[in-house]
Nanobody, 119 residues
Framework: QVQLVESGGGLVQAGGSLRLSCVAS????????MGWYRQIAGKQRELVAT???????AYADSVKGRFTISRDNVPNTVYLQMNGLRPEDTAVYFC?????????????WGQGTQVTVSS
């Protein structure tokens, strides 16, 4: 069974930094994309950053220049280094993984980790 386990969330003052980690286990397919999304209470989940292997990354405009996504393959881990945090970055951050198994695409989500930025 595929599991994504996130860690690293917490409370930080504006201007501070946090590093989120997400470890994926149990997947037998090819990992295509790993990424981070966030959701503010009462709002839709939004993309923060994705990593599709090599140097292929993408970021939401609101985090460009402040957040950096990276990956390790052993174990399958995706990180989100968040610098220059702002109160508007406060949200639950979710890890997402897309894999391909026998030509079929599969999507998995972690349970989420809370990030709170105080002003």
């Amino acid at each position: 069974q595929v599991q994504l386990v996130e860690s690293g969330g917490g409370l930080v003052q504006a201007g501070g930094s946090l590093r989120l980690s997400c470890v994926a286990s149990g997947s037998s397919g090819t990992i295509l994309i790993m990424g981070w999304y966030r959701q503010i209470a009462g709002k839709q989940r939004e993309l923060v950053a994705t990593h599709s292997g090599g140097n292929n990354t993408a970021y939401a405009d609101s985090v460009k220049g402040r957040f950096t996504i990276s990956r390790d393959n052993v174990p399958n881990t995706v990180y989100l280094q968040m610098n220059g945090l702002r109160p508007e970055d406060t949200a639950v951050y979710f890890c997402r993984m897309t894999t391909r198994t026998w030509g079929r695409l599969n999507e998995y989500w972690g349970q989420g980790t809370q990030v709170t930025v105080s002003s």
